[in-house]
């Protein structure tokens, strides 16, 4: 490892206590999205006292953030998030399910490491570049939403990145690794049905039934499946069912749709034919329906160029040095994960690894080791997307939690204040920030970053995927 890459990882080093206990703070907050007051407050005011200057309440989110510190080119972004999942509270270090509060929310995707990790990289960068006299401009951005909202399209749509030039930002996981892959592009949709209410036996030729109507449209968009590209993703959830009593015929029922693919244009058909069978479930039962999107995540298009600057940091911070108290928690809970997330696990370590390597990782308890730097296929969405088509983009994840825990999981969140959790969240800081140095000191590698994303493009441009005028909302 280099003189630079020590000192930043020093400097990271020197700030743990803190950004250990920002993200303990923001996994106890717990906060949904669009409801992040205390997390945000919180590490608006840390970024704060360090120094950094603060824009607050941006693109019509109260949560919402910039941290900066600097002037001048090039400027510098590295993403953060802090928003839990509704559902998934759980006490922490706890392996069988026991939530802090039945039904409440939980950090199970470990988006309170992923800020606290980002910030930490952020103040990293900006001491680093106080004591070496570097120009430029660091930027922490504090989004929030990533979950079921996409928060960063409503900042790319609002220019709030247009002057950047690089944008980087890492995820929890349970491998260390910087993948060259893509994302879905995401809409969700609410589909809301209105009929007549009427007794369901002493007149039910008078009701008009808005829960047939969210049952057909089911079927028509389940019939559709067959038509559509097989990298497309359809699911549903009903979200009012039109109440608890069958003698009763529905007035009103709603079912929300996340619909996927890998282009935003793709999404954008999908959604004009899954429209199409909600008019004409609507017809058939002679309800009428109100369609509202209210989120778009774009598909992501990793920089190879950032890409391999964070691989090749990545390398100098794992292995990590674990306890055999770290090593034995994790034993633990992958014991308490699904036979399936195990398989599962084995068959994508198989694909990475060399079979006689893969073999020995599927032996250790936690993945310490940089998987190859590939593309493992797109499976999710992240609003991250947004941004890398304005702003070359890479990101890293790291092995915060067990082998085998699934992210969106119990098991995620009791894993998430564990001193494995922080270990991996502080490798992840220490590879972001001595990336974001080499093109805060290269001008020529952010040249090279910027060649990437223009041929990656290939003369498209950001699709803009949001309804217009539409502003974000808690639903
Ligand atoms: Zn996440």
């Known amino acids: 490892m280099d003189k630079r890459s020590q000192d930043i990882a020093a400097l ?27 997390s945000s407050e919180l590490q608006q005011k840390v970024l704060a006292d360090l120094g950094f200057s603060i824009r607050a309440g941006l693109a019509g989110q109260e949560t919402a953030f910039i941290a900066e510190w600097g002037s001048g080119k090039p400027v510098i972004a590295i993403l953060g998030e802090f928003d839990a999942l509704s ?6 270090d706890v392996t069988e399910h026991d939530p802090v509060e039945a039904g409440g929310q939980g950090h199970g995707c470990g988006h309170h490491l992923l800020g606290a990790g980002s910030a930490a990289a952020a103040t990293a960068v900006k001491e680093y570049m106080e004591q070496n006299d570097i120009p430029g401009t660091i930027r922490y951005y504090g989004c929030p939403a990533e979950e079921n909202a996409g928060g960063k399209a409503f900042l790319v749509r609002d220019g709030l990145f247009d002057d950047c030039d690089i944008a980087i930002t890492w995820h929890p996981s349970t491998v260390n690794q910087v993948s060259l892959g893509s994302s879905l592009a ?3 949709v609410f589909y809301t049905f209105h009929g007549t209410s009427a007794h369901a036996a002493g007149s039910p030729h008078l009701g008009r039934s808005a829960l047939d109507a969210v049952e057909i449209m089911n079927v028509g968009v389940n019939y559709m499946r067959e038509h559509m590209i097989s990298q497309a993703r359809v699911h549903y959830a009903v979200t009012d069912s039109g109440g608890t009593a069958p003698n009763v015929v529905q007035s009103r029922a709603q079912v929300l749709y996340a619909i996927r693919a890998p282009k935003v244009t793709q999404v954008q058909e999908l959604k004009r034919r899954i429209d199409n069978i909600a008019k004409g479930a609507a017809l058939i039962t002679e309800t009428t329906v109100e369609i509202k999107q209210v989120s ?3 598909d992501l298009i990793t920089n190879k160029v950032i890409a391999a600057r964070l691989d090749a940091h990545l390398r100098n911070f794992v292995p990590i040095d674990y306890t055999e108290e770290e090593l034995e928690y994790a034993r633990r809970f992958t014991a308490v994960t699904t036979q399936m997330d195990r398989d599962n696990l084995v068959g994508s370590i198989k694909k ?6 893969a073999e020995r990782w599927l032996r250790e308890p936690i993945l310490n080791v940089v998987a190859p730097s590939v593309d493992m296929g797109a499976g999710g969405s992240t609003d991250v997307g947004d941004v890398s088509w304005v702003v070359p983009t890479a990101q890293l994840t790291t092995a915060t939690w067990a082998p085998a825990t699934a992210a969106h999981s119990w098991q995620a969140t009791a894993q998430g204040c564990s001193s494995n959790a922080h270990k991996a969240m502080f490798a992840a800081s220490k590879a972001m920030a001595c990336a974001v140095l080499d093109f805060m000191t290269d001008p020529e590698l952010v040249a090279a970053a910027r060649a990437q994303w223009i041929e990656d493009l290939d003369g498209e441009t950001y699709p803009n995927p949001l309804p ?3 502003m974000p909302e808690i639903w």
Do not use: C, V
Not at 12 to 34: C, N, V
Not at 87 to 92: D, E, N
């Open 296 to 298: 778009a995540y774009s």
């Open 12 to 38: 990271i080093t020197k700030h743990e206590a803190l950004f250990t206990d920002m993200s303990d703070r923001i996994w106890g907050f717990a906060e949904p999205r669009f409801q992040e007051y205390q």
């Open 87 to 92: 559902g998934l509270s759980q006490k922490a």
């Open 468 to 470: 217009e005028g539409y």
């Open 352 to 357: 990475l690894l060399p079979k006689a390597e």
């Open 186 to 188: 995401n809409f969700r």
